[in-house]
């Protein structure tokens, strides 16, 4: 019992990074009708936003004091970061909460991002054929993850958790068992809750504001909100934008979990669509709730007595499942019917 | 005989196909390109691309999964090397046979979808593969050391005929063991069957069937065709071409490793075939070059080299320009790919061949034939 | 009926379809002889592409059967109806836009000759040279003759439909399905059509044309049936449907006369 439940929360951090990210992928295929394959790539910048960040507030001064002597006998070496110098305690205090702070950086950014890349690239490829949209996102997505090495290596670099959340909270000891019998790291809470406030926000948003409203009217009939006089376009921009920052964000909080590299956008997108395809192209509930699940269900595969049965599943789990949905229900879970069939 | 009946016109294009690949040796000197390994990259690849372009290109279906071929056809290969002989035909047989059998399986499952539900779905099988790869099928794959030959193989029917040799066997053809400039012979010789073929399928009506699907499934439908047999026929044949090409690069090099099937490698072939030109008969194979060649030059190039190509700049422009420049280039190669990628994709759908054929037709008047009824006015509708 | 059984190529046997809560067609029944044009007309709405597609195979009846020549077509796929002998013009012309006037026209002749499915890899298309010369003649009729090497999907539209008229008779069916055949026609194109497919009659094709255009209707069809809400409302040969006050009454309100032009 203990070990299932473990297993259900160790994938709900993972189900919260797939389910922001099938989101926004969901939001985009819904409101443009672009099959989005750079959106991976968006989920990467993201967590690059908390290394730049993080990499601007711990910049050095190093002021070479020739009084004192180090322990090989040179002069000493004195290194200030410029956060600490300019804020003195405030400044270390900075620099524990990179990550969580690097969402201040990463909302603006991303939709800039976002907005640039719909306007730039995206919009001339709404009237070509799907293949030529995957085909050129995918380019991008290439680009995108390339820079990113250019700029930062190829090697992942690894985000500390703020001190004050390191650690693990015992979830057994709410339920009643012996303390310490189910633990679950800290940060993976904060991760999941996290993750749920984000999708919280964005359907509160696309339910509660009039700009949601005709988002999701558009999404249901383009062309009669078209007829209305509203322009359209314009919010579908930013619709846009709103899933970059969705993806970012998801992918800022993600770096204490997974040091951020280079390709891990690649990684995260393909098992994204696999969300995509089984919570049914176009739903975002769908999306939602088949990222959970797909989290929760490649947990279970990875415990050691389910590899014994089935040696492998650990890795292919979430294709095969994408696999029988398609084959079986290719709407999804939750897809409307008729969507994308046959 | 109308096995190798061909009209007029593709026997030229073959002949000349022929000659451009056979001579390979001398026209890539002066490029600087003309050593064996790379000559092998350029044919295996173009294998590789002109098969991906049966389905893709003649079929209209875009596979985001055939590096799990490939992969299949090198594992085959090496292990028909590793059990019973270092001969290149029965490797190359049973990659072709067992990349086959793959593609029958994963066709007929993806082949139920199509357009991006059958592209996510072949990526999903070409990751499971390549997950397998790299975990389970460890005893059958190696996982991350990769395949290769060793001493105590078996190879039974090579030991059966001779006494073993001291070293580690290099790939033969009936006993003649090749290496270099002659294992590109080899595979150049594979290429131009290989082309041949593609070139009969161009050309039969089984081609003109394939070329209907993708134009409007439905009318193939409601004129009598059962569709899905044909897509599938395509897409085991484009399979087994991927399989072939693994097998040559077992060949060539006795060694099988899980990187040759992941998803960069299935995006690759994409992109030879899109630079070249889909659809195309010629384009998929200079697409394949192209890329394999400015890989190759790219990725040998370094800070230095780029230094001194902007020497003739004054040094306050020059380092920050080769600073830049320096990115695209070495390492940095994938990102030169990718803008490719993209560039072509927004601005020359076509590819190549569609580039050769708008500069043709301003220059000559060769472009589309303008027939005399398109320019009689037409009715109003 | 008092016509004999065996002259019957199509019978539409009692059909009832359920479109999502909407009775779109109520026992519809009627035959159709062979040789002859039967026409079905009717206002929009009032189920005729229903009907049509019932037939092809694309919608599964609520109730009844489609039975073409004593097989019953309900359940099968489009390839295997077409394989049986039913050829289809749709409303908007379904081609092969990027092959040539040429190739869209021998591509139908391959399936009637090979099959629903062969890898006929052999020989090349130049050298199906059987194909290729009746492909020629059919153009010829249709008068595209001067249009062989263009890429269809260049064509104007009437041209693309005189087209999709070419690939169904090289297939030679036995029945020849219509769907709006000179819509979006000019009167010139219109008549030629018809003359088209007058000619096509005197070699004894059996159609059904799905039309509003009375003056096509009128020159063409040896019966009629009206169509109004789903249901027959009368049927008959063209006089008969002319004089009939209950069709002038549905189809037009009375405010027009059916009339040929």
């Known amino acids: ?342 | 005989m109308t096995l190798f009946a061909l009209s007029r016109r593709d026997l030229a294009v073959f002949a000349v196909f022929a000659v451009v690949v056979l001579a390979m040796p001398f026209w890539l000197q002066p490029l600087g390109a003309a050593y064996p390994a790379l000559m092998q990259k350029f044919v295996i690849s173009a294998i590789f691309a002109i098969g991906f372009n049966i389905l893709f290109g003649l079929t209209g279906y875009l596979s985001f999964g055939h590096a799990a071929f490939l992969g299949v056809g090198s594992y085959t290969a090496v292990w028909s090397f590793k059990l019973l002989t270092m001969d290149a035909i029965p490797a190359i047989f049973f990659a072709v046979l067992v990349s086959g059998l793959f593609a029958l399986v994963i066709g007929y499952l993806s082949l139920r979808r199509s357009g991006i539900y059958f592209s996510i779905l072949t990526l999903a099988f070409a990751q499971m593969c390549y997950n397998l790869a790299y975990s389970v099928l460890t005893p059958i794959t190696n996982g991350e050391t990769s395949l290769q030959l060793t001493l105590s193989d078996p190879r039974l029917i090579d030991t059966a005929l001779a006494p073993r040799p001291a070293g580690l066997p290099s790939a033969s053809l009936f006993g003649h063991s090749f290496s270099g400039l002659e294992g590109f012979y080899f595979c150049a010789v594979v290429l131009l069957i290989a082309f041949f073929v593609t070139q009969k399928i161009f050309a039969s009506p089984f081609g003109m069937m394939l070329r209907a699907i993708k134009s409007n499934q439905t009318r193939m439908t409601y004129t009598g065709f059962n569709t899905r047999p044909y897509t599938l026929t395509a897409f085991v044949i484009s399979g087994m071409f991927a399989g072939l090409a693994g097998a040559l690069f077992a060949i060539t090099d006795p060694l099988a490793g899980t990187e040759r099937m992941q998803w960069t490698a299935s995006g690759e072939v994409v992109l030879m075939t899109i630079l070249g030109g889909v659809g195309t008969l010629i384009g998929p194979v200079i697409g394949a070059w192209f890329i394999e060649y400015f890989e190759n030059i790219f990725s040998a190039f370094n800070e230095s080299v780029v230094h001194a190509f902007f020497s003739f700049l004054p040094a306050e422009i020059a380092d920050p320009v080769a600073l830049v420049a320096s990115k695209f280039v070495g390492e940095g190669w994938q990102l030169t790919l990718g803008l490719l990628f993209v560039l072509v994709v927004v601005f020359l759908p076509g590819g190549i061949m569609e580039g050769v054929r708008r500069i043709g037709s301003l220059f000559g008047r060769r472009g589309t034939p303008v027939s005399p009824g398109a320019a009689r006015a037409q009715p109003a509708e | 009926m008092a016509r004999s059984d065996q002259n019957i190529v199509l019978h539409v046997d009692d059909v009832s379809k359920n479109l999502g809560g909407l009775q779109a067609l109520s026992d519809i029944d009627f035959a159709v002889e062979e040789g002859t044009t039967h026409a079905i007309i009717g206002p929009n709405g009032a189920g005729k592409s229903t009907l049509l597609n019932v037939i092809v195979g694309r919608l599964p009846p609520t109730r009844g059967a489609v039975v073409f020549d004593g097989t019953v077509l309900t359940g099968k796929q489009p390839y295997e109806i077409n394989q049986l002998g039913v050829a289809r013009v749709f409303q908007t012309p379904e081609i092969f836009p990027e092959l040539s006037v040429l190739q869209n026209v021998m591509t139908p002749a391959f399936a009637k000759r090979d099959g629903a499915f062969r890898i006929n890899i052999f020989r090349t298309v130049d050298s199906e040279a059987e194909i290729r010369d009746e492909a020629e003649a059919i153009l010829e009729d249709v008068g595209l003759s001067t249009r062989l090497a263009s890429h269809a999907g260049s064509l104007s539209r009437g041209d693309k439909r005189r087209m999709e008229l070419a690939m169904c008779l090289i297939q030679h069916p036995r029945l020849l399905l219509l769907d709006e055949p000179t819509a979006g026609m000019s009167r010139h194109d219109t008549n030629t059509t018809i003359d088209l497919l007058k000619k096509i009659k005197a070699r004894g094709m059996t159609k059904v044309i799905i039309e509003h255009d009375m003056h096509v209707v009128f020159s063409l069809a040896d019966r009629i049936s009206v169509l109004s809400g789903g249901k027959i409302i009368a049927e008959g040969t063209p006089d008969e449907v002319r004089g009939s006050a209950k069709v002038q009454e549905a189809y037009l309100g009375g405010a027009h006369r059916l009339e040929a032009h």
Not at chain 1, 131 to 136: D, F, G, P, S, Y
Not at chain 1, 254 to 263: I, K, S
Not at chain 1, 293 to 301: D, E, H, R, V
């Open chain 1, 1 to 342: 019992m203990d070990a299932i439940l473990a297993q259900l929360l160790n994938g709900l951090d993972k189900g919260g990074a797939y389910a922001l990210i099938a989101l926004g992928l969901t939001l985009v295929f819904g409101t443009l009708g672009v099959v989005n394959f750079a959106h991976g790539a968006l989920f990467m910048l993201g967590a690059f936003c908390a290394v730049t960040l993080r990499q601007l507030i711990t910049l050095e001064t190093v002021v070479i004091d020739p009084e004192q002597l180090s322990a090989w006998g040179s002069p000493l070496e004195i290194r200030t970061p410029l956060a600490q110098t300019w804020f003195g305690d405030f400044g270390a205090v900075l620099v524990d909460y990179s990550v969580p702070l690097s969402i201040v950086l990463a909302i603006p950014t991303m939709l800039l991002i976002g907005i640039a890349m719909e306007r730039g690239i995206i919009k001339h490829f709404y009237k070509r054929p799907h293949a030529e949209q995957i085909l050129v996102t995918f380019g991008l997505a290439i680009v995108l993850q390339e820079v990113v090495k250019a700029i930062f290596g190829p090697n992942p670099i690894s985000q500390p958790i703020p001190s004050a959340v390191r650690g693990a909270f015992d979830v057994g000891a709410m339920l009643g068992l012996a303390p310490g019998a189910l633990t679950y790291p800290m940060w993976r809470l904060i991760y999941f809750l996290f993750s749920l406030g984000i999708i919280g926000a964005v359907f509160a948003f696309l339910r509660f504001t009039t700009f949601g409203m005709v988002v999701r009217a558009g999404m249901a009939d383009r062309e009669t909100v078209g007829l209305l006089g509203i322009n359209i376009d314009r919010r579908f921009t930013i619709m846009f934008g709103i899933a970059a920052v969705v993806a970012g964000l998801a992918g800022v909080m993600y770096t204490p979990l997974l040091p951020p590299n280079y390709h891990q956008g690649m990684d995260f997108l393909v098992l994204s669509f696999v969300v995509v395809v089984v919570g049914g192209m176009g739903s975002l509930p769908g999306a939602v709730a088949a990222g959970f699940l797909l989290g929760i269900l490649q947990s279970f595969a990875s415990m050691s007595e389910v590899k014994q049965i089935i040696p492998g599943i650990d890795q292919i789990i979430i294709y095969l499942i994408a696999v029988v949905i398609l084959l079986v229900r290719p709407r999804g879970l939750m897809g409307r019917r008729g969507m994308m069939e046959s």
